[in-house]
């Protein structure tokens, strides 16, 4: 079950650790430093090991601080392997906006393998700690927690463990990711998932310890992934991973009252997704970020996170951040402006906020809007066969 309240924490004890800091910067330069050096025929070579020359733009790609068209335009017409991968962040987005909350359920069917003791909330007590005595996943959990991201290898690597050799609720290891990666989109990460678990794709992943030494650098023999696929997928669950415990994911919010609002001027409402230091920037108006409590007790954000979040926030000149129901906050201005009693509001569209009241002025896509049905695509196959470059 989802928590039912969320805890208001002071803003000024929000502070980012560090390690984080180090490790992504929260600012848009920080973030154009690292497109200027994306090699995309190395990405293409070596995305698959962890030392590999993966791009690590993720954070900001999630919060809008750089969108994929940027990214594109930036390598060129040499992306290659690099466009196709951005373009499962579009694939995932979109399902998210065409099918909503049901991307939090099972899309294709049952996930094959779930423990007596399976829960929304529940996951081996070892996999959390970073204590499975797998060098590779144990590192990989340091990371998440130490520095709010994971390699993309690893993180299949931890769901298939989850969900396969310990028959866990694909949810709970979604829930556990969204509470410390600061690239935890919802839909990206919710599917993810699924797409290893088994309940969102026609063939389960599956790591064995042959796969994390081979991309992780790692020599280890006799673990308990030391075992054919079968035998992973349908075998006993390891004695290091039968002991289960309940997530520790505590809901939580900056202590910042509700926006309050001029209506002489121009409102410009802003959410965690969009903070795009460009959109509208020469406009007289308004800025605000609204963060929903709904949104956090449902899927909580680590202190972590949120301190990141607050920090990237300040690259979008003059934006204040408050705290509130988008129903109760915007409806009532956006009821206003629409008969002309309060200046325009205007928000940039994300699945995540399609219960915001008012104009929406589109996100930037580099592939999406080439879809033109009305129902998600069932897979990414079928999405890039329709919408990758033809001169591919």
């Known amino acids: 079950m989802h928590p039912a309240s969320f805890t208001r924490v002071a803003a000024a004890e929000l502070t980012l650790p560090p390690a984080v800091a180090d490790a992504f910067p929260p600012t848009r330069a920080a973030a154009l430093a690292r497109l200027v050096a994306v090699d995309a025929a190395a990405y293409a070579r070596t995305r698959n090991h962890l030392r590999g020359a993966v791009t690590r733009l993720s954070p900001y790609l999630t919060h809008g601080l750089l969108s994929v068209p940027e990214v594109l335009a930036a390598v060129g017409p040499d992306a290659g392997k690099l466009a196709q991968e951005l373009a499962w962040r579009e694939f995932f987005r979109l399902a998210h906006d065409r099918e909503g909350a049901a991307i939090l359920r099972d899309r294709f069917g049952p996930q094959p393998r779930l423990a007596l003791d399976a829960g929304p909330r529940r996951l081996p007590g070892a996999l959390v700690a970073g204590a499975t005595g797998i060098e590779a996943l144990d590192a990989a959990v340091?990371?998440?927690?130490?520095?709010?991201?994971?390699?993309?290898?690893?993180?299949?690597?931890?769901?298939?463990?989850?969900?396969?050799?310990?028959?866990?609720?694909?949810?709970?290891?979604?829930?556990?990711?969204?509470?410390?990666?600061?690239?935890?989109?919802?839909?990206?990460?919710?599917?993810?998932?699924?797409?290893?678990?088994?309940?969102?794709?026609?063939?389960p992943y599956v790591a064995d310890q042959a796969n994390l030494n081979r991309f992780a650098g790692t020599a280890q023999r006799g673990t308990f992934l030391d075992r054919p696929r079968d035998d992973l997928l349908t075998g006993a669950v390891p004695d290091a991973l039968r002991a289960t415990v309940e997530l520790e994911l505590p809901s939580v919010v900056p202590d910042l009252p509700a926006p309050t609002f001029?209506?002489?001027?121009?409102?410009?409402?802003?959410?965690?997704?969009?903070?795009?230091?460009?959109?509208?920037?020469?406009?007289?108006?308004?800025?605000?970020?609204?963060?929903?409590?709904?949104?956090?007790?449902?899927?909580?954000?680590?202190?972590?996170?949120?301190?990141?979040?607050?920090?990237?926030?300040?690259?979008?000149?003059?934006?204040?951040?408050?705290?509130?129901?988008?129903?109760e906050v915007l409806a009532p201005r956006a009821a206003d402006a629409a008969a002309g009693r309060a200046a325009p509001l205007v928000h940039r569209a994300h699945p995540a906020v399609a219960h915001w009241p008012g104009p929406r002025d589109p996100a930037p896509t580099a592939f999406a809007h080439r879809w033109t049905a009305t129902a998600a695509p069932r897979s990414f196959s079928a999405f890039w066969s329709r919408v990758a470059p033809r001169d591919r």
């Open 142 to 203: 340091r990371a998440l927690v130490d520095t709010g991201y994971v390699h993309n290898h690893a993180r299949m690597w931890l769901a298939s463990v989850a969900c396969h050799v310990a028959g866990a609720d694909w949810r709970a290891g979604a829930a556990w990711f969204q509470f410390h990666l600061l690239d935890g989109d919802l839909a990206s990460n919710a599917l993810s998932w699924q797409w290893v678990a088994g309940s969102g794709s026609a063939k």
């Open 262 to 327: 001029d209506p002489v001027r121009p409102l410009l409402a802003y959410h965690p997704w969009g903070l795009d230091p460009a959109w509208r920037a020469d406009e007289d108006a308004e800025r605000w970020l609204l963060l929903e409590p709904a949104f956090f007790a449902r899927h909580p954000w680590s202190p972590a996170r949120l301190a990141w979040l607050l920090a990237a926030a300040r690259q979008v000149p003059g934006l204040r951040v408050g705290v509130g129901d988008a129903r």
